[in-house]
Every structure is written in structure tokens, then in C-alpha cells.
């Protein structure tokens, strides 16, 4: 696709001439090339699976109970090398808190105009409140549409990120987030591999360590004999 067939693909998209989404059904990658037909004859062509540890759209997770994780301490807006994070904190309702302890995310922002997905700032969140989606197909039409606020961020009441009208989900982008962070051994002690070291989520409960080091290895194996064999 040309510069101006994809700039054609927007236009025809943008709100003003009825389109309610910018990503469109895809076609044109593995099959078509696989078969040698035009691109524009194959619907619905299928893609690649998605790696566990692509960074993608961020979410803002809940706990088991449906508080927040967020305590708005502002380390992730502090460590962004993009500067697209603005956060502010505030003190929590002791009747009702929005998140355990004193203080709650109560502003949150992300431009995605900014953003270059490196995933420092979950690397420095302290209670694992952000991390990042497999959902990497959304572009907008406004520059208002790119700065996700904190209700287009936090997840669902079943713990599951809000599909916007720009977006392009596909079946297992909303899995694994951030599949990197449940390393087998945490600060590079083998005596904590396979030990979960982390809080549950909201919707996916306490999620698994990654298999050890001479597992991965041995997969890794069998999949280049089985490639040899063939």
C-alpha cells in the first residue's frame, strides 16, 4: 500500500465520513504472500501470533477485590524517557478508598503521540499497576483521541481493558500483559525460580511464573530437530 492509499484509508475512516474506527479488518500479509495472490483479493488474512513479551497499549489494573493498584506516587510519569506520562496523586477516602493505603492515581494520562512502548514505567511501578497489552493497531484521527485519560486505561469490573472505537482487538491481545515481568528469577537469584512474586489481578487472579531456564532450552531444542527432521 502506497502513501496515499493509506492516507486514503484514514480519510475514509475519520468520523466526519462515517467511520467509526481507523484499523480496518486486515489483509494483504502471511496468506496472500504464502499463495501469491493479490493483496487485495484475500479478506480477513491472518496474522502472525503475538509474542508474549510485546509491548503494546497500556492498561491500569485492579486487584482481586476491584481496587485500584494505582497509589499515584508518580514513579512511572518520573522514569518515562518520552515524558507522555502526567500523573497525579491523591488521598484516599478512608470510608471508601479507591486503593489500599493513604493515596490513589487520581489523574492519569498517557500520550500516545509521545510513547515509545520501552516499558520502563512498568518496570518502576511498585504495586504492578501498569503494564501493557498485546493490542498494538490503533491511531487516531485526533490528537484529543491519543492522550488516554484514566477511565480509557482502567481496566473493566471482570478486569479486562475497555475497547475503544479506534482499536483493533484481536483474540489474545488483552492476554499475558507483560508477559517479561514474571521472571523465573527475580533480581538473578536461582533459588526463587518458578516462586510467584507478584499481587493477583482483577479477572486473571495470580498469574504464573515463566517456565525455568532449561525447559525453555529443551523446547527450544525439540523445535530445531523437529525443523531439521523435516
Partial sequence: MGYFEGFGVTIRQ????????VTTEYSGGRRAKKKQDDARDVEHDEKLPRPERLHGRHVLNRYEDGMEKCIGCELCAGVCPADCIHVRGADNDPVDPTSPGERFGWIYEINYLRCIHCDLCVEACPTEAITETKLFEFSFTSR????????????????KPKRLPWED?????????SGWMRATSPSGDATF??????????????????????????????KTVRRVER
Fill in 169 to 177: 482487538w484481536r483474540e489474545g491481545d488483552d492476554l499475558l500483559t
Fill in 144 to 159: 484529543q483521541d491519543a492522550i488516554y485519560t484514566k477511565n480509557e486505561l482502567l481496566v473493566d469490573d471482570d478486569g
Fill in 14 to 21: 475519520h468520523r466526519l465520513f462515517g467511520g467509526k474506527r
Fill in 193 to 222: 525460580e518458578g516462586q510467584v512474586g507478584w499481587s493477583g489481578e482483577l479477572g486473571a487472579g495470580v498469574r504464573a511464573p515463566e517456565p525455568s531456564q532449561d525447559v525453555r532450552d529443551a523446547s527450544t531444542r525439540d
